[in-house]
């Protein structure tokens, strides 16, 4: 049996891939950081709580980290633990490199003191690509990154490539585009807006607040990503991949399409920092633009071009940016009618 070690199994993308790694037959380890609220939901939402055994981990202690890995021995360690939100690595940008920076060091060199042998997979993203030099993004195109975050993230990308290089460790990185999914963290856009204008659907008397809305991103679905993880780890040689959907949307489109599959009746007025939704029914404004959530330096546009991916891994995306909002939505619906 197969043994793969998880790190951030509680986030999105963890939940997801452990799904995908069950239903494949391995014997699934997971890492948690302890904290006092409940970290479970998505686990338990997909069934499979109970499958996986579940490790204290914390990505800035190495001895932690070493014992993790000396104890579940695995063939496979899908590094996907970070501080993943961009607007939080300028608030706290020590913490962020840390975790994301050293704490990819600290596994790869505990990687090639304990055991060479473990296949690595390195969470990487087109947050590297940040101020892009080139359209779409490719595993060539440089990187100029526009956050801590995305600065974090060179390091640990650039990092694994120098472990397999040097010491031939079969480590790659999936510079994965923007993927969502149901169970998408609540403070990412994609979510905020499905969750926010599902409830106002719904009677909430809220105004949902957006930074910049002309910011474009390539969305696509969780559920197909995890499976290019996977598949980067059955190649024979490590390498990079681009994993996207090689279509951009503006965050201004991902409001539209929720709108609309929620049936509002609704028209944009005003421009700039006054620009705001109406809801014809209710003559109430619903989305306003706040500037407490525009960033110190913005990515403004971000396309991939998957065909590597395509041509090596036999990977595609599957779903489409209406599709991913229909499947957002009706959890988010399923969520409201839960509670009450
Ligand atoms: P996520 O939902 O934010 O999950 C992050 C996970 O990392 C959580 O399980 C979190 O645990 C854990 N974590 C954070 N700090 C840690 C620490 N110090 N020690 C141990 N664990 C820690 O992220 P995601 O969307 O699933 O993304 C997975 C990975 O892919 C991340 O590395 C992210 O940067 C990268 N990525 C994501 C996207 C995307 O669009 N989703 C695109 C490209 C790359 P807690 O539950 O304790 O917070
Ligand atoms: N979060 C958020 N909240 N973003 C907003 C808002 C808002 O109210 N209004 C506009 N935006 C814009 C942001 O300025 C950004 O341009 C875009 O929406 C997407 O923001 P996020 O959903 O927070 O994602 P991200 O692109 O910054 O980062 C995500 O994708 C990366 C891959 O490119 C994260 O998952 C990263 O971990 C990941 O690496």
Do not use: C
Request: charged share 25%; proline share 3%.
């Amino acid at each position: 049996m197969k043994r793969a070690l998880i790190t951030g199994i509680t986030g999105q993308d963890g939940a997801y891939l452990a799904k995908l790694l069950i239903e494949k037959g391995y014997k699934v380890y997971g890492t948690v950081r302890r904290s006092t609220s409940e970290k479970f939901v998505n686990l338990k939402y997909l069934n499979i709580y109970d499958k996986i055994k579940f490790y204290d981990f914390d990505l800035l202690e190495l001895s932690n980290i070493q014992n993790v890995i000396k104890e579940t021995k695995p063939h496979e360690i899908y590094h996907l633990a970070a501080q993943s939100f961009v607007p939080t690595s300028f608030q706290v940008p020590i913490v962020t490199t840390d975790i994301n920076s050293l704490g990819t060091l600290r596994i790869l060199d505990s990687i090639n003191s304990i055991n060479k042998k473990i296949k690595f997979y390195q969470a990487s993203t087109s947050e590297m690509f940040g101020k892009v030099q080139q359209i779409p993004q490719t595993e060539k195109t440089p990187f100029y990154p526009r956050s801590p975050y995305g600065v974090s993230k060179v390091f640990s990308h650039w990092i694994t490539v120098n472990y397999r290089e040097s010491y031939n460790i079969h480590a790659s990185s999936g510079i994965l585009f923007n993927h969502e999914s149901p169970l998408r963290g609540g403070e990412f856009v994609t979510k905020k807006i499905t969750s926010s204008l599902t409830r106002i659907k719904h009677g909430s008397k809220e105004v949902l607040k957006v930074g910049n809305i002309n910011a474009k991103r390539d969305w696509g679905y969780a559920g197909d990503y995890v499976y290019a993880m996977w598949l980067m780890l059955q190649q024979k040689n490590a390498d990079d991949y681009v994993i996207a959907t090689g279509k951009t949307h503006s965050v201004r489109e991902f409001i539209n399409l929720t709108l609309k599959y929620l049936n509002f009746e609704y028209k944009w007025v005003g421009q700039g920092m006054n620009e705001r939704v109406i809801n014809l029914n209710s003559g109430k404004t619903i989305i306003k633009i706040d500037k407490e959530f525009f960033r110190p330096a913005e990515v403004d546009l971000l396309i991939g071009n998957p065909g590597k991916a395509k041509r090596k891994l036999k990977w595609k995306p599957n779903t489409s940016l209406k599709k991913l909002v229909k499947l957002m939505v009706d959890y988010d619906v399923s969520q409201i009618k839960k509670t009450y």
